[in-house]
């Protein structure tokens, strides 16, 4: 059996973009950057072209498949390249669901643990929710927030003036009292074949994920009843390529909380810790290549995002975060800024503490931002 | 303490300079490759510059240190870079003892076992090496030759009408009994730090290496006495950045055969099998930077070469040989041809057969030459 040589489309040039590029040069895969960014983690890995090319048709010269690394393409230019006949990997269809109103209705409609919500533009609105659920809410933009933009938790009507309610959508829900945020990466290729990435614990500081540790400290069943609504999840929205499951414990029971179609920042303790990568794993779904093993290769594997501080450029400090044994150091080539994330640092060990140790140890000597900071 | 961001030259665009690119990019690292090759496995990863650039000075203008991924640069030419105080690592000193006839000399000076051996450009200095020793002996090119080029077993006096003798100079030597070939890579940064990686087994075929099996399946002695041979060679020569010596395991004892002064085929498996890569070691070393832990993270890697074969390009069979579980499968973007080393597999496990197996089953399915072709 023969394949074509394989040259995959990225929209987007940031870090995610920039470790599949890192991903593809074993397996001889051609990546092109399609982005209109200036300052991206790809720009001296790969060809780019500008997302905003005029022609979709011009699209399928460059490429074999077209894969994401944000959300932030118009679905309708998405539909447009869909419609050349170049495949789209995730689809229009998936794509959509990063729209958190869209993504909530559409769970709620399949029948997946969501938490209460309403969807609206109106303050008033907010406020019979709040009225109904009691206060604090939360409210989140339902498209274009991240890394806790775009996020509020409203305690009273007083806070409702800290929301740019200018027609935008929203969503509201309940301020849940979570026991512990998990997540899970589920990887379906378009023949059908599904593999789960172990359920790993994160933690947020200000809405922005600082820590994942693997795998989650959670029962066995919880963590089979996650596998199994990744697995039931990807099938439903016929998934193709990585989904990033984010999951609130409540009560002991699961709750999701967002989807991401896209390789995700709590999956990247999978370079090193697992047999298989996401990234790899997300170029071999969207190639309809054979997805490889999600395995942990180490009983525990815990990464610390690298968030700028004050003090400097992490940078000119790696030789610093070095001197810890046994830690992977990731530096996206992203320009220093305090509260920006430059970079990642992954370590592996027989104990969680152990891991958890070295790894801050090592964000530390870089300059990252303290988790208590 | 704040570090210069860190630029990196590496003499050569093969295969050895793509996986230094490769470990390049998480680190923050700029490689530039220096090569007047056309047929590049860097070409579309890193910035190009002719390597017979008239003017050394514009080197330092590029790059902060050069290093090297084969031996092919005239020495005089090296010592004329090193002249412009750009620092070369290693150095000059070291890339001479790519000689083998050099290296040889060196060697044995130094007081570290090798095999009898004579250097010369004559065929009566090698009959008479037969004599003293009996036929056949092996007869190497000092320089140029690799993967089994410019090295001739030769039977008897007649068999000598096959070396090209040219005035060019030959190491001759006895044709030993080996037991086993081994290889071990030393890593010296600048500031004196040492890391040895763990002895592997080498397995040859027509001269080139095929396959590589870590650890070595030899005596814990034999394997203590091959790293302090290795930590002390590097330190006797001064050594910056990683050293693969190859070794023959003679009547239990060991005997230096080939020196390389770089990253080296017998260490590839280091990828996934180790904490920490040669291919990141020596970007660390050359840096100055501190070196990471060489452990192995499985009990046992297995990597085996892809050589070209007559069914075709290893590049359109790749999705097959991903239908077997946990290989790492990496392809060089080398153009196919038969006997070219394309690729290699590499695949962990906790007992060595079953490693070997599936290396040697995802080889096949990518449609290399099998070990006994």
Redesign the interface.
């Known amino acids: ?6 040259r995959v489309g990225i929209v987007g040039g940031g870090q995610l973009a ?1 470790m599949l ?2 991903a593809a ?4 895969i ?1 990546c092109h950057g399609f982005t209109d960014d200036s300052d991206e983690s790809t720009a ?4 780019h072209h500008r997302v905003t090319i005029d022609d979709p048709g011009a699209w399928r010269d460059l490429v074999d498949v077209v894969t994401f690394e944000h959300e932030l393409l118009a679905l309708d230019r998405v539909r447009v390249i869909e419609a050349t006949g170049l495949p789209v990997r995730p689809s229009s269809a998936v794509m959509s669901l990063s729209n958190k109103a869209t993504q909530r209705r559409r769970l709620g409609e399949l029948g997946f643990p969501v938490p209460d919500f309403v969807t609206t533009t109106t303050a008033d609105d907010i406020v019979a929710f709040a009225q109904r659920h009691k206060w604090p809410v939360v409210v989140k933009l339902a498209s274009g927030g991240y890394d806790g933009r775009g996020v509020w938790v409203v305690d009273d009507i007083d806070g409702l003036s800290a929301l740019p309610i200018d027609g935008r959508e929203f969503v509201v829900e309940p301020c849940l009292m979570l026991e512990r945020e998990i997540a899970v990466q589920v990887v379906r290729r378009p023949s059908g074949d599904i593999v789960v990435y172990p359920v790993v614990e994160t933690v947020q500081r200000d809405g922005m994920c600082r820590e994942v540790i693997a795998p989650a400290p959670i029962t066995s069943v919880l963590g089979a009843a996650a596998e199994q609504l990744a697995r039931d999840l990807a099938r439903a929205i016929g998934l193709e390529g990585v989904l990033a499951i984010e999951l609130f414990v409540v009560d002991g029971e699961l709750v999701v909380n967002e989807l991401a179609p896209r390789v995700h920042n709590s999956g990247h303790y999978s370079i090193e810790g697992c ?1 298989t990568s996401q990234f790899e794993n997300q170029l ?1 779904a969207v ?1 309809d ?2 997805l ?2 999600p395995a942990l ?2 009983p525990h594997a815990v990464m610390v995002n690298v968030v700028g501080s004050d003090v ?1 450029d992490p ?6 975060a ?2 810890i ?2 830690v ?6 992203k320009s220093w800024r305090p509260g920006r994330k430059l ?1 990642h640092v992954t370590a ?1 060990a027989g104990d969680v503490d152990s891991a958890r140790r070295r790894a801050h140890a090592a964000v530390h000597a870089l300059g990252g931002l303290a988790m208590d900071a």
Do not use: C, F, K
């Not at 001296?44 to 060809?47: F, K, N, R, S």
């Open positions: 059996m023969s394949y074509p040589s394989a920039r590029a890192q040069i074993p397996l001889s051609d001296t890995l790969i060809p047999v071999r190639l290549w054979p490889g093993s290769i180490a400097g940078t000119d400090r790696i030789a610093d070095l001197l044994n046994d992977h150091v990731h530096l996206y080539g970079g592996l």
